[in-house]
């Protein structure tokens, strides 16, 4: 456990951030449920800086996962709210000049309608999709827990026209009044929340550590007391030392069993920006 904690701190984001999505299936549930994504501005410096923007201002509070494609990725991030979402689509930010990352299976996105037009609307991964990394949709951070509320999610088929689902153009138009009337029953978030946890790393080396038991009886002299003293600096540089190798074969076996995990990537569905062509997921099993 302890491992785990060092392991976050070290990692490649300087202060990680955590946003906690609470989120009802369906509307009629009393409870809610929680999925957690970590952002990384390590992959996506611009895009990371918005989502976190948008959370703070309480934008995906109330938001409807309007677009959900099974075995292909849910959609959302339009307010129901239609003044406030016009005053955020009027702030487009900028597309990143290094994008890391992947869309696999979790990974989460912004849509996009272009260069330079990413606003609010995001999308998580259900499946890899890898093929939508060389058309301009760099991640922005990952789903660390809750992937199974992911998949809860209510599926909607593609957006009208194309599909049974709800237009976007009418959404961005009407808001919730369209949605309310036409598709009442669509999960929703409740509040996103940026969790910003416990400084682990800074925790892990600014306390003292424990103390080592003597291994030499009380020195008789100054020249002994500095032997005992190299004796014990010896011991912890020895501790560090396994701790760091423990951490990096952590990582090392994270990232292989992650890479062991990740399926074929399915080359034929439809891209988040394209209704029209139509997906060739579900023929592959
Ligand atoms: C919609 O958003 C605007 C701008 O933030 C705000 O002034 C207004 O009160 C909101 N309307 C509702 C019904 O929440």
Same mark, same amino acid.
């Given at each position: 456990?302890?491992l785990?904690?060092?392991?976050?701190?070290?990692?490649?984001?300087?202060?990680?951030?955590?946003?906690?999505?609470?989120?009802?299936?369906?509307?009629?549930?009393?409870r809610?449920?929680?999925?957690?994504?970590?952002?990384?501005e390590?992959w996506?410096? &611009?895009g $990371?800086?918005?989502?976190?923007e948008?959370?703070?201002? @309480?934008?995906?509070? =109330?938001?409807?996962?309007? #677009?959900v494609?099974?075995?292909?990725?849910?959609?959302?991030g339009?307010?129901?709210?239609?003044?406030?979402?016009?005053?955020?689509?009027r702030?487009p930010?900028?597309d990143?000049?290094?994008?890391?990352?992947?869309?696999?299976?979790?990974?989460?996105?912004?849509?996009?309608?272009?260069?330079?037009?990413r606003s609010?609307?995001?999308?998580?991964?259900?499946?890899?999709?890898?093929?939508?990394?060389?058309?301009?949709f760099p991640p922005?951070?990952?789903?660390?827990?809750?992937?199974?509320?992911?998949?809860? &999610?209510? $599926?909607?088929g593609?957006?009208?026209?194309?599909g049974? @689902?709800p237009n976007? =153009?009418?959404?961005?138009? #009407?808001?919730?009044?369209?949605?309310?009337?036409?598709f009442?029953d669509?999960?929703?978030?409740?509040?996103?929340?940026i969790?910003?946890?416990?400084?682990?790393?800074?925790?892990?080396?600014?306390?003292?550590?424990?103390?080592?038991?003597?291994?030499?009886?009380?020195?008789?002299?100054?020249?002994?007391?500095?032997?005992?003293r190299?004796?014990?600096?010896?011991?912890q540089?020895?501790?560090?030392?396994?701790?760091?190798?423990?951490?990096?074969?952590?990582y090392?076996?994270?990232?292989?069993?992650?890479?062991r995990?990740?399926?074929?990537a399915?080359?034929?569905?439809?891209?988040?920006?394209?209704? =029209?062509?139509?997906?060739?997921?579900?023929?592959?099993?």
């Amino acid at each position: 456990m302890m491992l785990l904690w060092v392991a976050f701190g070290v990692g490649p984001v300087g202060c990680e951030q955590l946003i906690d999505f609470d989120i009802k299936v369906a509307p009629s549930d009393d409870r809610t449920r929680r999925f957690t994504v970590r952002v990384r501005e390590d992959w996506a410096p &611009i895009g $990371a800086a918005r989502l976190v923007e948008l959370v703070g201002a @309480g934008h995906y509070d =109330g938001c409807a996962f309007f #677009r959900v494609i099974r075995r292909f990725m849910c959609q959302f991030g339009i307010s129901g709210n239609v003044t406030k979402q016009s005053l955020w689509r009027r702030r487009p930010i900028g597309d990143e000049t290094t994008a890391r990352g992947s869309n696999r299976r979790g990974m989460i996105t912004f849509a996009h309608a272009g260069k330079n037009t990413r606003s609010t609307q995001l999308f998580i991964n259900l499946v890899d999709n890898t093929r939508l990394d060389k058309e301009n949709f760099p991640p922005i951070g990952e789903v660390v827990a809750g992937m199974d509320v992911v998949d809860a &999610i209510r $599926a909607t088929g593609e957006g009208a026209p194309g599909g049974p @689902g709800p237009n976007q =153009g009418l959404i961005q138009r #009407r808001g919730d009044a369209y949605l309310l009337e036409n598709f009442p029953d669509l999960t929703r978030i409740i509040k996103a929340t940026i969790r910003r946890p416990p400084q682990l790393f800074e925790t892990a080396t600014t306390t003292t550590p424990p103390r080592l038991p003597q291994i030499v009886e009380a020195p008789a002299s100054a020249t002994s007391e500095s032997a005992s003293r190299q004796m014990t600096g010896a011991i912890q540089f020895a501790a560090l030392a396994a701790i760091f190798f423990a951490v990096v074969s952590f990582y090392v076996g994270a990232s292989l069993a992650r890479h062991r995990r990740s399926g074929p990537a399915l080359l034929d569905v439809e891209s988040p920006l394209v209704p =029209g062509r139509s997906g060739a997921a579900d023929k592959e099993s």
